[in-house]
């Protein structure tokens, strides 16, 4: 049995490589596999697949024994949050994150609020496949009780980073994509003072992901033309990332964000070694940028818990990935896409400046491109032979290019695609050197497959 975990715990699309008979294993093998008696907390986003997905996994702990408290829908970063502050023994977060509806997923956490690691992921995948039985669904589910309590410590700890700042006299728009910021994005920022107007905020399942949030900025240019406003906000469906927009659309992504966050730290003299943890698909212009004033940029692995072992063992104080996905020392290093926007806010509103003058003063990002090659075959999935030659094939067209010029390609970790990203100093050498590059490698591909 291949290993069933990814780069951000388990997942797949509902009813093939998620099923509930996975799920409630899933939670049997957790149950099972702690030694504290202390509850577990479970939290899920919008999908319409997360009730039977929850229902599955809490069969799952009951029978091991286990007790749960259920969260009902809510932010990611809730559930390590409060595993910290109410000594719980574990967490699950049943999202896809920003994939489309039809995928779901499963991240665990441990007792002090991180990712599991992978000698935890293989107990968990070994008692999975020591298990047989096909765990059918229950003709009727039942909703759980949901904890409100917990939610609101939550958002009362994101109020508290703003150290007794607030946003009034702040115009913002905030696109919670129908998903986890729903539950309570608007009412934080409305708390602080700030004028608020709040798009794709029904919480609605169908539409997670869907032609909004952090992945397509069109509705929210489009709101900030039809109401101008200082900034605005995308989340992705469960609010761990974020990507924002000046009042001219102008895209704060995470490198961006690093960068600017960053250089306060650096001033404030609390950046360790002037370090900055990124992955591969940072921009090589912010590289740059950042070396030019005094910083280093270590890049990582794509995926934020490789971020934050790099964190964690070059004791760096701030960390994250293109994506918006951006790691601090504020909540110990959980992503929090309302609590990234809250210290963009919080930055621009006691420097005196709004966020279009400060990005001006960010870095010029080198042209970039990312293409999706679409396989008709898991790559994990392939036998170790070939996937040697896959890997040998990726890094000799990586291993070509340097200086003002970079390659990266590597296999999704949710999807059937091999993304490839180019990027150099001028766009019309990025469309060159990605449709050579992009040809050759599905040439190769096809070769070494059949």
């Given at each position: ?108 956490f441990d007792h002090n609020g991180q990712k599991i690691t992978k000698h935890f992921e ?201 994506s918006g996905h951006i790691l601090s020392k504020i909540n110990n290093f959980s992503g ?115």
């Open positions: 049995m291949q290993s069933i975990f990814g780069t951000d715990g388990i997942r797949g699309r509902f009813n093939k490589e998620i099923t509930y008979s996975l799920a409630y294993k899933v939670g049997y093998a957790l149950g099972s596999t702690l030694e504290k008696e202390n509850p577990i907390l479970i939290g899920r986003d919008t999908r319409i697949s997360g009730d039977i997905l929850l229902e599955a996994i809490t069969r799952g702990l009951n029978e091991s024994g286990k007790k749960f408290i259920n969260l009902g829908i809510c932010p990611t970063p809730a559930i390590p949050y409060l595993i910290k502050q109410e000594n719980l023994s574990s967490g699950i977060m049943i999202s896809a994150s920003h994939n489309p509806p039809e995928y779901n997923g499963i991240k665990i293989n107990k968990i995948q070994k008692l999975i496949e020591e298990s047989n039985q096909n765990i059918s669904v229950p003709r009727k589910v039942i909703p759980l009780n949901k904890n409100k309590d917990l939610m609101v410590i939550y958002i009362k700890s994101l109020i508290q980073t703003m150290g007794g700042e607030n946003l009034s006299g702040l115009k913002i728009i905030l696109d919670t994509c129908h998903g986890s910021a729903t539950t309570c994005a608007k009412k934080i920022f409305q708390y602080l003072g700030a004028d608020v107007k709040v798009i794709n905020n029904s919480k609605n399942g169908l539409k997670i992901n869907m032609n909004c949030g952090s992945t397509n900025l069109e509705p929210l240019k489009k709101a900030l033309i039809e109401s101008p406003a200082h900034m605005g906000f995308s989340f992705d469906g469960d609010a761990d990332r974020v990507i924002g927009l000046d009042s001219k659309g102008n895209v704060l992504d995470g490198d961006h964000i690093l960068f600017l966050w960053g250089r306060e730290l650096m001033e404030q003299k609390i950046l360790t070694n002037n370090l900055l943890i990124s992955t591969q698909m940072a921009n090589l212009g912010f590289e740059k940028a950042w070396e030019k004033i005094g910083g280093i940029l270590y890049r990582t692995d794509v995926g934020d818990k490789y971020v934050r072992d790099a964190i964690k063992e070059k004791r760096a104080v701030l960390g994250g990935e293109q929090d896409g309302i609590l990234t926007a809250l210290q963009i806010c919080k930055y621009c509103k006691k420097k005196n400046i709004n966020l279009n003058d400060w990005l001006k003063s960010s870095f010029e990002p080198f042209p970039q491109k990312l293409t999706n090659i679409n396989l008709d075959f898991n790559i994990n999935k392939l036998n170790p032979k070939t996937k040697i030659f896959i890997d040998q094939t990726i890094k000799n067209f990586q291993a070509i290019y340097s200086d003002n010029c970079r390659v990266y390609i590597r296999p999704s970790g949710t999807e059937p695609v091999m993304r490839v990203l180019v990027e150099a100093k001028n766009h019309e050498k990025v469309n060159s050197l990605s449709s050579e590059i992009t040809n050759k490698l599905f040439s190769e591909i096809n070769k070494i497959i059949n």
